[in-house]
């Protein structure tokens, strides 16, 4: 509890009939059992039977963070009359509540649970009188009302194809009570097509109106979000999207993300689960997560917008492979990654990049980008005086600063987050971080079967994935790619489509990829969508855009498990 001085309010209250020291400041909700309570509470909790004796001034507390709260509830006589056996035994008891439950409040709050969930809990304070019951729910509102962070008006985009097809029902049964709950008015839209979210953010939408946008679904509607926002925000800025040497501008609107697709590694990644709950209570309390986004060019023309994972070679033709199995749901990224595992296809290209130069972090480090994470931090700083002093041209251009590796690839991959998820909880690059400006660039040479499955397995282990003699990494602001066999766009987009002819047995004519009988060049793994040019150009834009999200909390976080979700 703080210092009398710094409190707002300290007051006699009751919880369920009995007396709590109840205080309130700026950050704080305090509640603390009074030690001589008069009033034996025959409902004791399990926390409150430890394995060990109990001292006899031990209380209980609770502490919740103003900035946690969710809202206050005024509570109504019939809803406190209802909670009582209508029989003789409780007839005193209901009569002295009778009096005061038009002076009850409820508090609902966050409440942590495991694995990084939160859920909705709440607490009921009875006051003495009404004076003081008027009060403590002004107070808080106040307060709530105070914190500018927390959004009041949303755009929600909802995908009911994604998945299960169970967007709509998610966010109906799970999300719309909470955001009601906590005042937040919203302005739904169910999309009609593929990129109906995109096309309205580019041209009808009217932004001004909002704090947010949501989007309910998967990866891939997370990916219309984005390219909606982002080309718009340039557009309105005058800024070519189409130049890649062009420092973007960052949107002023947050994103928020309710997961209910077939993939969500980037709610995963950011939050911690894949939990409707728990994403709508992030976006109620005003969390903000900057990240970055890579912008990758052909020729000068932009292609797309990745903010996880660029995958050439064996993610690639896993995603080319799977699109002809959509009607299997998610069992076709399994079926499609055995069938490409067993074909073992490799690609000869060259890759240049530019090193990221100055920063904290590597990656190989064992501290992983973590909520509050000081390499994002120090990075952003770090690149923003950058940017003052010279334009990204200039440094990028620069013939000593760029590296150039020729050779044969079974995977190319860019990850600007460590792509975990729940069947990789590390994830493709477990040290990779949202907002330091850099993506960590991984190069897969040709090797043999048996060692390229023991680079899958360490995806799904603690062994450090990049200790093998024919990966390496690099942490990167900028790389390129060009494929040694070059065809024609129309040849490469004929060839895609007809990409499924090739039998499996292929292979046989792997040093002769000039006779046809296999693939000379794989598409590009961009967020889950085909890229149709191989030759590209990406960079990373530093904190583009920011989420409602705040990063994996630390367990330390969640070790107080034992506290009571409701009293």
């Not at 909802?158 to 049964?173: A, D, F, L, S, V």
């Not at 986004?293 to 896993?318: E, I, K, M, P």
């Not at 240049?352 to 992983?368: F, H, Q």
């Not at 590209?536 to 999200?549: P, T």
Request: charged fraction near 25%; charge should be positive.
């Amino acid at each position: 509890m703080e210092r009398p001085g710094r409190l707002l309010l300290l007051s006699e209250l009751r919880v369920r009939n009995t007396a709590y020291d109840v205080s309130l400041s700026r950050s704080l909700l305090t509640w603390k059992r009074r030690i001589s309570s008069p009033v034996y509470h025959p409902f004791r909790p399990r926390f409150c039977v430890p394995s060990f004796p109990r001292r006899p001034d031990s209380g209980v507390c609770h502490s919740v963070s103003v900035s946690e709260i969710i809202s206050v509830r005024e509570e109504e006589e019939e809803e406190n009359s209802s909670r009582r056996r209508d029989d003789g035994s409780w007839k005193k008891i209901k009569e002295r509540e009778g009096k005061d439950c038009r002076q009850a409040f409820t508090v609902l709050y966050v409440e942590r649970c495991r694995q990084h969930r939160w859920r909705c809990a709440e607490v009921t304070f009875t006051c003495p009188e009404e004076a003081l019951y008027q009060r403590w729910v002004s107070s808080i509102r106040e307060q709530l009302a105070s914190i500018t962070s927390r959004p009041k008006h949303l755009l929600v985009y909802i995908n009911p194809y994604g998945g299960k097809r169970q967007g709509k029902h998610i966010y109906e049964q799970k999300v719309a009570p909470l955001f009601a709950q906590a005042g937040v008015s919203t302005h739904v839209i169910v999309t009609e097509y593929a990129n109906y979210a995109r096309d309205h953010l580019r041209t009808e939408a009217e932004l001004k109106k909002f704090d947010g946008v949501v989007c309910v679904g998967g990866d891939g509607m997370f990916s219309e979000i984005i390219h909606g926002l982002i080309w718009r925000t340039q557009i309105d800025g005058s800024v070519d999207p189409n130049c890649p040497d062009q420092t973007l501008l960052p949107s002023s609107l947050r994103i928020g993300i309710i997961p209910a697709g077939s993939t969500d590694c980037i709610c995963f990644a950011t939050v911690g689960t894949n939990d409707p709950v728990t994403s709508a209570l992030h976006i109620i309390v005003g969390d903000s997560q900057p990240m970055d986004v890579c912008s990758v060019h052909h020729n000068n023309t932009f292609l797309r917008y990745s903010v996880s994972l660029l995958g050439y070679g064996f993610y690639g033709d896993v995603l080319t492979d799977s699109e002809r199995k959509r009607w299997m749901g998610p069992a076709r990224y399994d079926l499609s990654g055995v069938k490409m595992f067993l074909t073992h296809h490799y690609y000869e290209g060259t890759v240049s990049y530019l090193p990221a130069r100055g920063i904290v972090g590597t990656p190989r480090d064992t501290a992983k980008c973590r909520s509050g994470c000081v390499v994002c931090q120090h990075n952003g700083q770090l690149l923003s005086k950058r940017a003052e002093n010279y334009t990204m041209d200039e440094d990028s251009e620069s013939d000593g600063e760029w590296r150039t590796i020729r050779g044969k690839f079974l995977a190319i991959n860019a990850a600007s987050m460590s792509c975990a998820c729940p069947r990789s909880p590390k994830g493709l690059s477990p040290a990779a971080h949202l907002a330091d400006g850099t993506t960590d660039l991984i190069l897969v040479r040709k090797c043999s079967r048996f060692d390229f499955l023991r680079h899958l397995l360490r995806h799904t282990s603690k062994d450090d994935q990049f200790d093998l003699t024919f990966v390496e990494v690099h942490r990167v602001r900028r790389f390129r790619f060009t494929p040694r066999y070059c065809q024609t766009d129309s040849d490469l987009e004929l060839d895609l489509r007809e990409n499924g002819k090739r039998q499996i047995f292929s292979q046989i004519c792997r040093d002769h990829p000039a006779c046809g009988c296999a693939p000379a060049y794989s598409s590009w793994n961009c967020d889950g969508e085909i890229l149709t040019h191989t030759a590209i150009d990406v960079r990373v834009h530093c904190q583009l855009i920011k989420l409602f999200a705040r990063g994996i909390e630390e367990p330390t976080v969640f070790e107080d498990l034992t506290n009571p979700c409701a009293i």
